[in-house]
Structure formats: structure tokens, C-alpha cells
């Protein structure tokens, strides 16, 4: 499959009053179109960075960031981001929480847009509660209404930074299954931030294991694990295997 | 909807659920209740004490007195003129200094440089008690209405710039962060996201500024005033008529809760 996103020997550099904090050295990854993939890494190692980076919010100080074969860019439409927490505004019906986008671009083809809004909430059993209040969901639901505001805009990439830490397991389980349907029938690529090992395995099509402050790419896996949802690929036979293997490569570098 | 399931209790909830609900609202009686009586004591109490002169009526008026000048107050047509003077002397006053106040915290939070350069001033300001700038204000706009809106203002502005700015300041910076990741420009994350998200620190500020309007109104016709209530209580205390100077207070006492519960009427709206 092609490459959409290319990583080539990015350095990144924070400026502080104090000092210049490195937080990516050389970092260089692929990632394919309609690809999922994960990045797991130390905390603080500079996960979040990356995806600022490749929604064009930072600007590397050296190296290239390509989606198909050209840069990003600052307000690239390209992409759509998705944060730990879902930042729903409390003051808009969900109707207009996801058509929030749409409200900010106001793209030409905006009665498109806003039928697609309609039939991802219609799609995704969110449409009885178009014109509730964000307060009035549950954890997951509100997931997905963030996940739906993002999709309205057809970006070609989605950014995934911890978008599921702050709920609660059996949730986050259930979340990440109607994500990964999500992502996977409306053919999105996504970049998924973890720090939870299963997580990223049962969701993934490659990992990235970053290796700590500054990050650089420590190994690149790619998984091909039996199963249709995040669930099932739970129960591959080389689920563990693949765990233990993370694991290790990931305490190793905690203890350097 | 409240009252609806009020109506079912019986039907929808069960007995320790419906006592439940019946101790809250026997507190909320006996609370009302005691709040009367203490009102009704504390008049009752001040009309005793006058009346058998344990306190000296002419010092301390009574409640009759307060009626009977209040009574001949309205006879004489001059109360509502010195209701209306002050009234549109704070609300003009409020209008101003809550209006004015937003806008500029509104320009210290679109620009961060001219934040920065004002700031120490604006520190100053705040612990700056105002009055002391009355004779100043006097001297530059004239006695007078302008001059007594001119404190009102000066006493609330200050407070509400601060407030506001610091309302707008604390908005989540994610939140921030997504409006951009949409790519929002700065007037579109101030209309769609900083702003509504301050809508409750701006209501707080109201109800402040409604008593500080009113203090500020107040020491401005202490100052300088040939009518309004504040007018009425120097006068009054000037040429020993204490009657009138507490039925002043007294009415300032009722016009202050009006406008109080008239704002708590709006965050009302405003919550849903
Ligand atoms: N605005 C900033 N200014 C200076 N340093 C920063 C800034 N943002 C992040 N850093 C530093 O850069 C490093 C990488 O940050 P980043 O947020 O990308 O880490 P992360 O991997 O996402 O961490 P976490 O697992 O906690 O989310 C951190 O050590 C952090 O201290
Ligand atoms: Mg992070």
C-alpha cells in the first residue's frame, strides 16, 4: 500500500527561558494509507509531540514531515485531531458540538458535510440524542460524538492522542471497538498514542516503540493478528508473545 | 419537571424517598419561618424600645417614624424623584462599568503584550480605594450626575476587567488547542470558545458589580448631589433628621435586593 505519512529524520527542540529541551532526535516512520497505528513510548518521551508535529501545530527544526509526498502544513485539512479528553463544549447541543468544524471552515460543499454529519450520528446510534447536551452522555458516547466531530471533516488522517485513558476499563474496551469500527469502515488511516501495551495490539496494524526523551524509533512491528474488532484480536494465540515483547523493549529502556 | 414528579411522589418513589423529600421541605418551612420572625422581632424589638424611649427615637427613629416619612415622602412627590435620580444614576453607572470593563479585558486577552505592559497598573488601580480620586473627579467632569456615574464606574471597572481577564485566561488550553487543530482563527475561538466558556464568571461579576454600583452611586452623592437617596442620608444626618436617613437606607436596603434577584432572574435563564 502507499505511504501517506512519512517521518524523515526529524529532530524536534523545544525552546524554554532556561534551556533547549531535545524532544525527538532523528525520528523516521511510515505510516500507509488506511493503516492503524500505534506509538507507545515512556512517558514524557515525546508521543504528543509527534502528533503536534504532524497536525502541523509545531514545526520540526529539522527533517521532513510528507503526507503524500508533500508538507504539512499549519490548518493542513487533512488531518483531524483527537485529544485524551473528548472537550465536548458543555454550552452546544451535540448537533452542534460535531458541526463545530463545519461552523469554523465553512467549506463549499457544506450541505455535504452537514448530511454527513447526520448519518455518522445516524450510523453510530448517537442520532436521539442530536439535541442533547454533552452532560447528558455517557463516557463512551461522548467518545464518540468527539470521534464523529473529527470525521465530519474528512480528514485523511486521524491523530489519537490517549483518547480512552480517562474512562474506565470495561468502557475503554467497549470505546475502542466502536472506534476502531469507526476508523476502519469510513477507510480513515489513524495514528493512536497509547500508553497501554494490549491496547495498542489489539487496535494495531504497527506499533512504534519510541525509546525515551528524546524519542527516536526503537523498533517498528507489524502485527497481522486473527480477529475483526480490538476484542477478538484479543484472543490471538500471539497476543502475550507480542506483549511480553513490548514490555521488554520498553522496561529495558526505563532502566537505561 | 420538578413539579411534576412532585405530584407523582406517591406513585413513582418509595416511602423513605418520599420522607426524604418531606424533611427537605420541612427545613426549607422552618428556615423561612425563623427568617420571618426574625425580621418581624428585630422591627418589632426597635418599636418597643423607641416607644417606652430606651433607645432615643431621635437618635435611632423608629419603624412608625420610618412609615410616616416614607408616607409623606410619596405624598409630597419627591420620593420618586429621588428613587429615579439614583436608580438611573447605578444602572447607567452599572451598564457602563460591566460593558466598558468586558471590552477591556476582552483587548488585554487578544493581546498578550499589551497585558503584559499594563499589568502593574492595573494592580494598583485594583488596591486603590477609589474614593479618594472623588474630589480629583469633581474637579475634571463637574458635580453633579456625570461625576457620580464617573465613580460608579471607576468603582466597578476595575474588578470587572480583572475578572473577565483572568475568566478568559483560564479557558482550557486543549480546548484551545482543538479550536486550532480545526484551524480557528483567534476571532473564532474567542466568539465560539472563550467567551461562552467565561458566561458564569461573567455572571458572578454582575451580581458584584450590583452592589458595587451601588456603593459607588452612594459615595458619589455623599460627594456631590443635590438629590437622590444618598443625597437624602447626608442631608438628613446633617440637619438631624434621622428619620429620613433610615428610610433612605431602608429603601436602598429594598432597591439593592431588587436588582439583585432581577440578575438572579437572568443566570437563571442562562443556566436552563
Ligand atoms: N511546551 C513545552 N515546552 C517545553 N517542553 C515541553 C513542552 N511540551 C512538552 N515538553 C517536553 O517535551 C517532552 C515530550 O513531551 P510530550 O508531551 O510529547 O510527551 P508524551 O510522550 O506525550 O508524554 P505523556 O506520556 O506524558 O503524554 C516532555 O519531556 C516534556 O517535558
Ligand atoms: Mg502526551
Given at each position: 500500500m502507499?505511504?501517506?505519512?512519512?517521518f524523515?529524520?526529524?529532530?524536534?527542540?523545544?525552546?524554554?527561558?532556561?534551556?533547549?529541551?531535545?524532544?525527538?532526535?532523528?525520528?523516521?516512520?511510515?505510516?500507509?494509507?488506511?493503516?492503524?497505528?500505534?506509538?507507545?513510548?515512556?512517558s514524557?518521551?515525546g508521543?504528543?509531540?509527534?502528533?503536534?508535529?504532524?497536525?502541523?501545530?509545531?514545526?520540526?527544526?529539522?527533517?521532513?514531515?510528507?503526507?503524500?509526498?508533500?508538507?504539512?502544513?499549519?490548518?493542513?485539512?487533512?488531518?483531524?485531531?483527537?485529544?485524551?479528553?473528548?472537550?465536548?463544549?458543555?454550552?452546544?447541543?451535540?448537533?452542534?458540538?460535531?458541526?463545530?468544524?463545519?461552523?469554523?471552515?465553512?467549506?463549499?460543499?457544506?450541505?455535504?458535510?452537514?448530511?454527513?454529519?447526520?448519518?455518522?450520528?445516524k450510523?453510530?446510534?448517537?442520532?436521539?440524542?442530536?439535541?442533547?447536551?454533552?452532560?447528558?452522555l455517557?463516557?463512551?458516547?461522548r467518545?464518540?460524538?468527539?470521534?464523529?466531530?473529527?470525521?465530519?471533516?474528512?480528514?485523511?488522517?486521524?491523530?489519537?492522542?490517549?483518547?480512552?485513558?480517562?474512562?474506565?476499563?470495561?468502557?475503554?474496551l467497549?470505546?475502542?471497538?466502536?472506534?476502531?469500527?469507526?476508523?476502519?469502515?469510513?477507510?480513515?488511516?489513524?495514528?493512536?498514542?497509547?500508553?497501554?501495551i494490549?491496547?495498542?495490539?489489539?487496535?494495531?496494524?504497527k506499533i512504534?516503540?519510541?525509546?525515551?526523551?528524546?524519542?527516536?524509533?526503537?523498533?517498528?512491528?507489524?502485527?497481522?493478528?486473527?480477529?475483526?474488532?480490538?476484542?477478538?484480536?484479543?484472543?490471538?494465540?500471539?497476543?502475550?508473545?507480542l506483549?511480553?515483547?513490548?514490555w521488554?523493549e520498553?522496561?529495558?529502556?526505563?532502566?537505561? | 419537571?420538578?413539579?411534576?414528579?412532585?405530584?407523582?411522589?406517591h406513585a413513582?418513589?418509595?416511602?423513605?424517598?418520599?420522607?426524604?423529600?418531606?424533611?427537605?421541605?420541612?427545613?426549607?418551612?422552618?428556615?423561612?419561618?425563623?427568617?420571618?420572625?426574625?425580621?418581624?422581632?428585630?422591627?418589632?424589638?426597635?418599636?418597643?424600645?423607641?416607644?417606652?424611649?430606651?433607645?432615643d427615637?431621635?437618635?435611632?427613629?423608629?419603624?412608625?417614624?420610618i412609615?410616616?416619612?416614607?408616607?409623606?415622602?410619596?405624598?409630597?412627590?419627591?420620593?420618586?424623584?429621588?428613587?429615579?435620580?439614583?436608580?438611573?444614576?447605578?444602572?447607567?453607572?452599572?451598564?457602563?462599568?460591566?460593558?466598558?470593563?468586558?471590552?477591556?479585558?476582552?483587548?488585554?486577552?487578544?493581546?498578550?503584550?499589551?497585558?503584559?505592559?499594563?499589568?502593574?497598573?492595573?494592580?494598583?488601580?485594583?488596591?486603590?480605594?477609589?474614593?479618594?480620586?472623588?474630589?480629583?473627579i469633581?474637579?475634571?467632569?463637574?458635580?453633579?450626575?456625570?461625576?457620580?456615574?464617573?465613580?460608579?464606574?471607576?468603582?466597578?471597572?476595575?474588578?470587572?476587567?480583572?475578572?473577565?481577564?483572568?475568566?478568559?485566561l483560564?479557558?482550557?488550553k486543549?480546548?484551545?488547542?482543538?479550536?486550532?487543530?480545526?484551524?480557528?482563527?483567534?476571532?473564532?475561538?474567542?466568539?465560539k470558545?472563550?467567551?461562552?466558556?467565561?458566561?458564569?464568571?461573567?455572571l458572578?461579576?454582575l451580581?458584584?458589580?450590583?452592589?458595587?454600583?451601588?456603593?459607588?452611586?452612594?459615595?458619589?452623592?455623599?460627594l456631590?448631589?443635590?438629590a437622590?437617596?444618598?443625597?437624602?442620608?447626608v442631608?438628613?444626618?446633617q440637619?438631624?433628621?434621622?428619620d429620613?436617613?433610615?428610610?433612605?437606607?431602608?429603601?436602598?436596603?429594598?432597591?439593592?435586593?431588587?436588582?439583585y434577584?432581577?440578575?438572579?432572574?437572568?443566570?437563571k435563564?442562562?443556566?436552563?
Amino acid at each position: 500500500m502507499n505511504t501517506l505519512l512519512k517521518f524523515d529524520n526529524v529532530d524536534f527542540y523545544y525552546q524554554t527561558k532556561t534551556e533547549e529541551i531535545k524532544a525527538l532526535s532523528s525520528v523516521n516512520f511510515e505510516v500507509s494509507d488506511q493503516e492503524f497505528c500505534s506509538v507507545v513510548g515512556p512517558s514524557g518521551c515525546g508521543k504528543t509531540t509527534i502528533l503536534s508535529l504532524t497536525a502541523g501545530l509545531l514545526k520540526a527544526s529539522s527533517g521532513k514531515i510528507l503526507l503524500k509526498d508533500k508538507p504539512v502544513e499549519k490548518n493542513d485539512s487533512r488531518i483531524g485531531y483527537m485529544f485524551q479528553r473528548d472537550h465536548l463544549f458543555e454550552w452546544r447541543s451535540i448537533w452542534k458540538n460535531i458541526t463545530l468544524g463545519i461552523e469554523i471552515q465553512k467549506p463549499q460543499n457544506k450541505e455535504a458535510k452537514l448530511e454527513l454529519a447526520e448519518n455518522l450520528l445516524k450510523k453510530y446510534d448517537l442520532y436521539a440524542f442530536k439535541n442533547q447536551r454533552p452532560s447528558q452522555l455517557s463516557g463512551g458516547m461522548r467518545q464518540r460524538v468527539a470521534l464523529i466531530r473529527t470525521l465530519v471533516l474528512e480528514p485523511q488522517l486521524l491523530l489519537l492522542d490517549e483518547p480512552f485513558s480517562a474512562l474506565d476499563f470495561q468502557t475503554r474496551l467497549k470505546v475502542c471497538d466502536d472506534v476502531y469500527e469507526m476508523i476502519k469502515s469510513e477507510k480513515k488511516t489513524a495514528i493512536l498514542v497509547t500508553h497501554d501495551i494490549s491496547e495498542a495490539i489489539s487496535m494495531s496494524e504497527k506499533i512504534i516503540v519510541l525509546s525515551s526523551r528524546p524519542a527516536a524509533v526503537k523498533s517498528v512491528l507489524k502485527l497481522n493478528l486473527k480477529g475483526k474488532t480490538p476484542l477478538e484480536k484479543r484472543e490471538d494465540p500471539t497476543f502475550g508473545e507480542l506483549f511480553d515483547k513490548i514490555w521488554k523493549e520498553l522496561t529495558n529502556e526505563e532502566k537505561k | 419537571m420538578k413539579k411534576k414528579n412532585n405530584n407523582n411522589l406517591h406513585a413513582m418513589y418509595s416511602k423513605t424517598h418520599y420522607e426524604y423529600v418531606r424533611k427537605i421541605k420541612r427545613d426549607k418551612t422552618f428556615i423561612l419561618s425563623m427568617q420571618i420572625l426574625l425580621f418581624v422581632a428585630f422591627i418589632g424589638l426597635w418599636e418597643l424600645l423607641a416607644t417606652v424611649n430606651i433607645i432615643d427615637p431621635f437618635f435611632f427613629s423608629s419603624p412608625s417614624r420610618i412609615y410616616t416619612t416614607f408616607v409623606s415622602l410619596i405624598s409630597s412627590g419627591s420620593l420618586w424623584t429621588h428613587i429615579g435620580i439614583t436608580l438611573f444614576e447605578t444602572i447607567i453607572g452599572f451598564l457602563i462599568a460591566t460593558a466598558l470593563g468586558t471590552l477591556i479585558a476582552i483587548l488585554l486577552w487578544w493581546n498578550e503584550k499589551l497585558r503584559r505592559i499594563l499589568e502593574p497598573y492595573i494592580i494598583i488601580l485594583n488596591s486603590l480605594p477609589k474614593i479618594a480620586l472623588g474630589p480629583i473627579i469633581i474637579l475634571w467632569v463637574g458635580s453633579g450626575a456625570t461625576a457620580i456615574i464617573t465613580m460608579c464606574v471607576l468603582i466597578c471597572i476595575v474588578i470587572t476587567t480583572i475578572s473577565m481577564m483572568n475568566a478568559f485566561l483560564s479557558c482550557d488550553k486543549d480546548k484551545v488547542l482543538l479550536m486550532q487543530s480545526m484551524h480557528a482563527n483567534k476571532f473564532q475561538i474567542f466568539c465560539k470558545l472563550i467567551l461562552p466558556s467565561a458566561i458564569p464568571e461573567f455572571l458572578s461579576v454582575l451580581k458584584i458589580n450590583v452592589g458595587m454600583s451601588w456603593v459607588g452611586t452612594i459615595m458619589g452623592e455623599y460627594l456631590s448631589s443635590s438629590a437622590g437617596l444618598g443625597y437624602l442620608i447626608v442631608y438628613g444626618s446633617q440637619v438631624f433628621k434621622i428619620d429620613l436617613v433610615m428610610t433612605s437606607t431602608v429603601l436602598l436596603c429594598l432597591l439593592a435586593g431588587l436588582m439583585y434577584a432581577i440578575i438572579c432572574v437572568i443566570e437563571k435563564k442562562f443556566k436552563r
